[in-house]
């Protein structure tokens, strides 16, 4: 059962950037699609990001699409999501997920991490 921690979260200002990152422990991490999802305070979780088990797919959706990139480290199991030019509608808990599907429906993956905190500040 694959295990996940999110890092990298924190307060910034508009236009500043930021990398998240998602390890991985238990199960074999390159055996899992990943994704990126966010949820704000009272909206539905959204996807952000995805990547494939090898890293040579990405899928990312337009509200940061040319603003953020998805990328993966099998040898380190870790999955990274940097993001530029933040905007304040960019707050949100962000959570990693594994999945054995290319999906951006949340529901498709199995496995979450407890997320963490963006705050974009205008």
């Known amino acids: 059962q694959v295990q996940l921690v999110e890092s990298g979260g924190g307060l910034v200002q508009a236009g500043d950037s930021l990398r998240l990152s998602c390890a991985s422990s238990?199960?074999?991490?390159?055996?899992?699609?990943m994704g990126w999802f966010r949820q704000a305070p009272g909206k539905e979780r959204e996807f952000v990001a995805l990547?494939?088990?090898?890293?040579?797919?990405?899928q990312s959706a337009d509200s940061v699409k040319g603003r953020s990139t998805i990328s993966r480290d099998n040898a380190k199991n870790t999955v990274y999501l940097q993001m530029s030019s933040l905007r304040p509608e960019d707050t949100a808990v962000y959570y990693c997920?594994?999945?054995?599907?290319?999906?951006?429906?949340?529901?498709?993956?199995?496995?979450w991490g407890q997320g963490t905190q963006v705050t974009v500040s205008s």
């Open positions: 997920a594994a999945g054995v599907i290319f999906a951006t429906r949340p529901e498709r993956y199995a496995y």
């Open positions: 990547i494939s088990k090898s890293g040579g797919s990405t």
């Open positions: 238990k199960g074999t991490f390159s055996n899992y699609y």
